[in-house]
């Protein structure tokens, strides 16, 4: 099964609308976290926002903000205003383990969405 | 900018040939993470080393191998390299558990 799942290939918003971008994970270790990525043409990638498992609160920076329903194991990402510059592939990514196992804190991610906002 | 160093940019090659891929971590930075991303496979992770310690091995072919220097930099070695080994080479770095991963801005392996 896979980790995760982004189910939007690819998207078109308008500029300055919000933007939702789905995210859902499957994982059976209490202690995770969640992270989304941002990948302009230019080939970087670009953190935007972590949600830790045990987080009460939904993360947020700037203009991101991260949609955290853990009964239904979903992360997805809320761009609000867009801009011509959040065109973009995005990717969710998840990291399983305690903090105190220091041994793998590898990232898995999803296939990402293509974001294409339109002026 | 990451503060995470990747070189070279570029790397065009033939079948069979061997490359060396470098990474330097953004400063105190002791994990270093190689990722493989390409377009039918995604973003694969391949190795972490942590304080020059191999730490978790993923998808990482026989043919490849990666070492973390004392000075933490890594390299990735690449070897009898075939058509399905062009890809974007990420490396990234972070400072502990439940931070995130600063990415480089990739190494882009051409195998003709």
């Known amino acids: 099964a896979q980790k995760i799942t982004q189910t939007q290939p690819g998207m078109f918003v308008q500029e300055k609308e919000a933007v939702t971008l789905d995210c859902t994970y499957d994982?059976?270790?209490?202690?995770?976290?969640l992270f989304w990525y941002k990948q302009p043409s230019s080939g970087e990638m670009i953190f935007l926002i972590y949600q830790g498992s045990y987080d009460q609160q939904n993360a947020t920076e700037g203009r991101y903000s991260l949609n955290f329903q853990k009964a239904r194991k979903s992360a997805n990402l809320v761009i609000s205003a867009s801009q011509l510059g959040d065109s973009a592939m995005y990717f969710c990514?998840?990291?399983?383990?305690?903090?105190?196992?220091?041994?793998?804190?590898?990232?898995?991610f999803g296939t990402g969405t293509r974001l294409t906002i339109i002026p | 900018d990451s503060g995470v160093t990747q070189t070279p940019k570029h790397l065009i090659t033939a079948t069979g040939q061997r490359v060396t891929l470098r990474c330097s971590p953004r400063s105190g930075d002791l994990s270093v993470y190689w990722y493989q991303q390409s377009l039918d496979q995604g973003l694969q992770f391949l190795i972490q080393y942590y304080n020059g310690e191999e730490r978790a091995k993923g998808n990482i072919l026989e043919r490849f191998s990666a070492q973390q220097f004392p000075d933490l930099h890594s390299e990735l070695n690449l070897s009898s390299l075939e058509l399905g080994d062009s890809a974007l080479y990420f490396c990234a770095s972070s400072p502990r558990l439940n931070s995130p991963l600063h990415f480089g801005n990739g190494t882009r392996l051409t195998v003709t």
């Open positions: 994982t059976s270790d209490p202690s995770y976290g």
């Open positions: 990514a998840m990291r399983e383990g305690r903090q105190s196992n220091f041994g793998n804190e590898k990232l898995t």
